[in-house]
């Protein structure tokens, strides 16, 4: 499999009142043809820019992609494309899952003409193929009766409904790279669950390259095959499934995946959290990121920022503590060094 998409030296910035936030800050990561990558990390991370900068939607003059940044779709930097190429790209080659389907879908229109809408954009069919399209694409994410509900108005769906609608729109002109942005907030557990397995089991049935963007690691367990961590604008860790949960290599995966809830939690064991907040993006740290937060901090981690430690097949993190001089007493990786002694 080759690579579909290569994002390197990615930076974001916003403009407010109060200063220039530097929202991401030059991230390098891919995804391949057929791949389910997940980006984790707490809200404001830069999980969604990253998100919003794939699909350009970051518009200036607030926001602003900066120079030397680079988006490469199939070898072509997007961030170069004219206004007919995006036309194609966004919602053709590309589709994106916003988290809160109510305010994403228009409360105007039928879902049936929100779906048939972008048939007809981007598949060139007629109003009546696409709307018989519409109904097929209903049934394909489970919506019962769908001859019916194709007639029906957002406000007449269920919180899960309006979510598999959302996949079907997203789906419809059978995108190659697909963005779920948190497809799961606000859903109960249960459909969490079933919203999941439809996104997994689309993405194997028409081999759609997924980033599955969340804030929490449980639900990535069994959809993705790599993981990007990222925090306060900087990928601090990224690996395999297996990677990351069994042998993570950055203190702030430590820290996300002890918040996770566990089933054998004694009763009322308080739940394990991350104490601290992240740092100001208008004024980032010159030193690691999470070093105002983390346990393990030195001195060189609030002067520095570290490089990234290889670990072999893709598994790098960003910390200090893999140098060989770091003290192996504090160290919860056992070691001082980049091997895995």
């Not at 740092?279 to 490089?307: H, N, Q, V, W």
Request: proline share 5%; hydrophobic share 40%.
């Amino acid at each position: 499999m080759g690579k579909l998409l290569e994002v390197n030296n990615l930076r974001v910035s916003y403009h407010t009142y109060a200063g220039e936030v530097q929202s991401v800050r030059g991230i390098t990561f891919d995804v391949e043809e057929g791949e389910a990558l997940a980006i984790v990390g707490e809200s404001g991370c830069g999980k969604s820019v990253t998100a919003k900068s794939i699909m350009g939607l970051i518009k200036k003059p607030a926001g602003e992609i900066k120079a030397g940044s680079e988006i490469l779709y199939r070898g072509q930097n997007i961030l170069n494309f004219s206004k007919k190429e995006w036309s194609e790209y966004r919602g053709g080659e590309s589709a994106i899952i916003f988290q809160d389907a109510l305010a994403a879908l228009n409360p105007t229109m039928t879902v049936g003409k929100q779906i048939a809408e972008n048939l007809i954009m981007h598949k060139n069919m007629s109003k009546a193929e696409a709307l018989k399209e519409a109904v097929n694409m209903l049934r394909l994410v489970g919506i019962p009766n769908p001859e019916e509900r194709v007639k029906q108005y957002p406000h007449e769906f269920s919180g899960g409904m309006r979510q598999r609608v959302m996949i079907a729109i997203a789906f419809a002109c059978d995108p190659k790279l697909l963005i779920a942005d948190e497809p799961t907030t606000a859903l109960d557990v249960t459909i969490q669950s079933q919203i999941m397995d439809l996104i997994k089991k689309l993405q194997k049935e028409l081999n759609t390259s997924v980033i599955l963007i969340t804030h929490d690691l449980g639900v990535v367990a069994n959809v993705a095959k790599r993981i990007v961590v990222m925090y306060s604008g900087n990928i601090v860790e990224k690996g395999s499934c297996e990677d990351i949960f069994y042998n993570p290599k950055h203190p702030y995966t430590l820290a996300l995946l002890s918040a996770v809830p566990r089933l054998d939690l004694k009763n009322k064991q308080e739940l394990a959290s991350i104490e601290g907040t992240p740092p100001d993006l208008i004024a980032p740290p010159k030193g690691c990121p999470f070093s105002t937060r983390c346990k393990y901090c030195m001195e060189i981690c609030c002067e520095k920022a570290p490089e990234y430690t290889e670990f072999g097949d893709g598994h790098v993190a960003a910390c200090w503590l893999h140098h060989p001089y770091a003290a192996k007493e504090l160290n919860p990786f056992g070691y001082g060094g980049n091997d895995n002694e």
